[in-house]
């Protein structure tokens, strides 16, 4: 049961390279999210999917792109690699009832250098 | 807009001790409201969860929360902390739009639990 599956775990990049970040997971969750973490600021989320081919933005989007071509896949795309993209990135799903709760990956630890 | 406050940066315990980590937010609806812990190196998992019901809701490892409607408040406690509950705690809120049957999930900053052995 692998539930939400994010590649890669670690990730090293030179300011201005692009990188796909990505999450699949094998729950059916309708909703699925993408936040990032930094040190002293909790989460804040990204972008979001309400379903396949649905996709709409957090709080924080600059500099970063989503797709949703399947229920299973939710891939985060950074264009042009910024050191303020130094982060933290966890993928969740999650059913979308009102009171359901969020299914977190075991996030990917980016560097921009 | 809507918030989420977490008091406390950084908490240290000596094993046995009793836990409270504050946790407020601002929205005048309807919210659900969730605590999350995250142990070292690991990703977010749930703790516990209010939608609706008893304002006193047990977790899991021995947590509960009280939500408190009138201070919008929902504070995470537990009466004696072990060693492996060292983590870091954040609080959530799901602030339902009028009509609506999903929102989005609004993270307070955490606070980092240490527990001394």
């Known amino acids: 049961n692998a539930g939400v599956t994010q590649t890669p775990k670690f990730r090293i990049l030179k300011i201005g390279q692009s990188m796909t970040l990505q999450c699949t997971q094998d729950?059916?969750?309708?909703?699925m999210y993408w936040y990032r973490q930094d040190p002293g600021m909790g989460l804040k989320l990204i972008y979001y999917?309400?379903?396949?081919?649905?996709?709409d933005k957090g709080e924080v989007p600059n500099g970063y792109n989503v797709s949703r071509s399947t229920t299973e896949d939710f891939p985060l795309r950074l264009e042009l690699a910024a050191p303020s993209q130094t982060s933290v990135y966890f993928c969740?799903?999650?059913?979308?009832?009102?009171?359901?709760?969020?299914?977190f990956g075991n996030g990917t630890r980016l560097t921009v250098t | 807009a809507q918030s989420v406050s977490q008091h406390n940066h950084h908490v240290i315990l000596s094993e046995a001790a009793s836990l409270e980590l504050g946790c407020n937010y601002s929205y005048g609806g309807t919210v659900n409201l969730f605590w999350y812990v995250q142990y070292p190196g690991q990703h977010l998992q749930l703790l516990l969860k209010y939608f609706s019901g008893d304002p006193l809701v047990k977790g899991i490892k021995g947590f509960e929360a009280e939500f408190i409607k009138s201070k919008f408040s929902f504070n995470l406690r537990k009466p004696s902390v072990q060693w492996s509950d060292t983590a870091e705690y954040f609080c959530?809120?799901?602030?339902?739009?009028?009509?609506?049957?999903?929102?989005?999930?609004?993270f307070g900053k955490g606070t980092k639990l240490s527990v001394k052995p």
């Open positions: 969740a799903g999650s059913s979308g009832q009102r009171n359901s709760p969020l299914h």
């Open positions: 999917s309400v379903g396949a081919g649905i996709t």
């Open positions: 959530a809120v799901n602030a339902l739009p009028s009509g609506g049957s999903q929102g989005n999930l609004i």
């Open positions: 729950m059916n969750h309708n909703y």
